[in-house]
């Protein structure tokens, strides 16, 4: 059976009149990298700090290991790790001391790990903190999570700042962490990221959820694009189910331009060699496609819930 180790049920947020978290209900399994994604503002780091116990939610409920996050968010600290995007570090203090510092407040100890670490993110922890670049500010934070013995791994856009090289070697970090049977919940701007390490994914928009699902599933809501030439008439092709934007060539018979819900490819295949193919190009979809579909707030979920 899958244990359930985040589960977020109706949760909302409000900063005064202002609702950042309208309606927002996943669950993050055990030994899942669960990915959260959405635009700026659309409430990603709200709600993790809804479940670090920082904030307090208006309405819903939100628990990890089966503890109230707000009620128990100090039992539930000792089973986290956690990476804000945005890291503060006390200036005056090295990158070693702080990651050592960071270890302490997780009832952690610098271990082997934590230097394997250092080593592998090319930091210099005798520097003081006061001189290090966003990256490596960020470096800090990643190390001593990565370096914390936990079930449950919390990253919100951990590798902004980080370069291409870092951030994989932070994505390779990750993946160990699953196959130690770990938690992971991922913010992220980055669909590469995404993509490479998830296991399921959450898309959030102006405070709720419109997307829950896998990646096959959500590969399902992707959309072909097609360009094709029939020897007979198009005619009802733009009215099934499945087909966006159809567009008939203005100078060529028969030919058109339109895209295709992957679910839907089958039938509209069907349905145009019966017109007698003559020339057909069709791209295939990429997540990217279904996630700036989502990101762009004048389109987007027309009713798909692949829970
Ligand atoms: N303390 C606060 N007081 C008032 N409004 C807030 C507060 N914190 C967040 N907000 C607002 O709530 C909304 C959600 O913010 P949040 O930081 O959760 O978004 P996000 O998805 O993490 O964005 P980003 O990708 O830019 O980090 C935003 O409109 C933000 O301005």
Redesign the pocket.
Known sequence: MTQTIVSIHHLQ?S??K?Q??KDITFDVNAGEVFGFI????????????VLLGI?KASGGQATIFSQDVWQKAVAIHNHIAYVP?DVYLWPNLTGGEMIDFLLKLNHQKHSAKTDELIHEFELDPKKKSRTYSKGNRQKVALIAALSTEADLYIF??PTSGLDPLMEELFQKHVLALKRLGKSVLL?S?ILSEVERMCDRIGI?RA?EIVETGTLDQMRQLTRNQVIVQTKQALTGIEALTGVHGFKPDEHIANKAVFAVDTAQIGPVMAELTQREIVALQTTPPTLEDLFIRYYNHTEGAEGHDTK
């Open positions: 947020k900063f005064g202002f950042a978290l959405g635009p700026n503002g659309s409430g990603k780091s709200t709600t993790i700090r904030l995007g919100d856009e913010s701007h959030i405070g």
